[in-house]
């Protein structure tokens, strides 16, 4: 099975937005909304930002956001700031009952 | 407060076995289901499989299958992950993580398990 496709960076300046993008097929992302995003800090363990395609836990700025067309998921992050700088992951469900993630993508904040 | 504990960190041997435990707390232990994802250092995060300790149905990602075997003791509210016959290319974090929707997604972590494998 394979992962999910993500940028390997994105980059940005404090106070602009940024989107990752996360392409799968029709048997996970395009089938399913069931997609969502992980903050990983180094050093840390991962933290869902995004939920079910655009759903945001409780305690999770608004700042981030999810939606989806298509087989392609995206997270933006508005009004970028230091401390968004981490690794993100997309994961999704599949038609075959199993999760698969995406290869990761390192934000920078310039 | 709900809270996932995972244990210590191992240097193994090639060829060796290892349990890894994830001792929930803080909420229904039986009522969520509990998955292992593997970051191999400097690599992104992998989907193991998934227990519901309810009933202990397992769901294996088909890269694990056969690879690693999942656990679960509900009388103590923790999850095993057993790893078999080490590589060196086993050694990774493991992280335990609670799936909270209907989807497989994750709300609470593992502080993450570091096994080393080196003869």
């Known amino acids: 099975q394979s992962a999910l496709t993500q940028p390997a960076s994105v980059s940005g300046s404090p106070g602009q937005s940024i989107t990752i993008s996360c392409t799968g097929t029709?048997?996970?992302?395009?089938?399913?909304?069931?997609v969502s995003w992980y903050q990983q800090h180094p050093g840390k363990a991962p933290k869902v930002m995004i939920y079910d395609v655009n759903n945001r836990p409780s305690g999770v700025s608004n700042r981030f956001s999810g939606s989806k067309s298509g087989n392609t998921a995206s997270l933006t992050i508005s009004g970028l700031r230091a401390e968004d700088e981490a690794d993100y992951y997309c994961?999704?469900?599949?038609?075959?009952?199993?999760?698969?993630f995406g290869g990761g993508t390192k934000v920078s904040v310039l | 407060e709900v809270q996932l504990v995972q244990s210590g960190a191992e240097v193994k041997k090639p060829g060796e076995s290892l349990n890894i435990s994830c001792k929930g707390s803080g909420y229904t232990f039986i009522a969520y289901w509990i998955a292992w994802v593997r970051q191999m250092p400097g690599k992104g995060l992998e989907w193991m499989g998934i227990i519901y300790p309810t009933d202990s149905h397992i769901r294996y990602s088909p890269s694990f299958q056969g690879q690693v075997t999942i656990s679960v003791d509900k009388s103590i509210n923790t999850a095993y992950l057993q790893l078999n016959t080490l590589k060196a290319s086993d050694t990774a974090i493991y992280y335990c993580a609670r799936r909270f929707t209907a989807g497989y997604d994750f709300d609470y972590w593992g502080q993450g398990t570091l096994v080393t494998v080196s003869s």
């Open positions: 994961s999704s469900y599949t038609r075959s009952d199993t999760l698969v």
């Open positions: 029709s048997s996970d992302v395009g089938g399913y909304n069931f």
